[in-house]
């Protein structure tokens, strides 16, 4: 099971990666991650609940975290379903991107 999660992880942050380059995840976000792909894989092999309940609950699950790891992508994705669309650089406005960067304009 920990392989299946582990390939599960690594490629679901690179596609977050190949989405929107400014995402950054630290390696307590990986853990976090591989906790939230552990509950997937427990939830589904329990055939506890329905697949439905288990795929809203997972979604909302990445959800949460990937608005706790990167707090912008809830503005930038705040109106996206479930598929993200790839975000090039300059697609960005300027007070967004001053935002993910955290950049304060000094005045004098």
């Known amino acids: 099971m920990t392989l299946l999660i582990d390939y599960t992880t690594e490629k679901v942050l690179r596609e977050l990666c190949r989405v929107n380059q400014y995402f950054y995840f630290s390696e307590n976000d ?17 055939n506890e609940l329905s697949l439905n309940i288990v795929s809203k609950t997972h979604y909302k699950n990445i959800k949460k975290w990937l608005e706790k790891s990167n707090p912008f992508s809830s503005k930038n994705y705040q109106h996206s379903g479930a598929v993200l669309e790839a975000v090039i650089c300059s697609e960005y406005s300027s007070e967004l991107q001053k935002d993910i960067f955290l950049l304060v304009h000094c005045n004098g």
């Open 30 to 46: 990986i853990i976090g991650l591989k906790y939230i792909y552990r509950n997937l894989y427990q939830n589904i092999t329990k």
